[in-house]
């Protein structure tokens, strides 16, 4: 839930291995460190700090409730 033009990458090493083989292959690295402002930084650093305290399997319940109220109304 960070900024539209930010990313991050959490994973093993295998999954950081994988998104280097799928990145251009003149970067050298996973990011852009060059095209991200300092609203995306901080905007993506609040939603790391926001989502770590979140309970996710609550989150999930009410994402999965949401289509089939859909469909209920619907």
Known sequence: MGPQCSGILFGGRD???A???NGSPFEGSICRPMKVG???IVGLLAAVEWSSGRDYRADCRVWESRPNY???VG
């Open 38 to 40: 300092k609203e995306e």
């Open 15 to 17: 999954l950081i291995e």
């Open 19 to 21: 998104a280097l083989h």
């Open 70 to 72: 859909i469909g209920d």
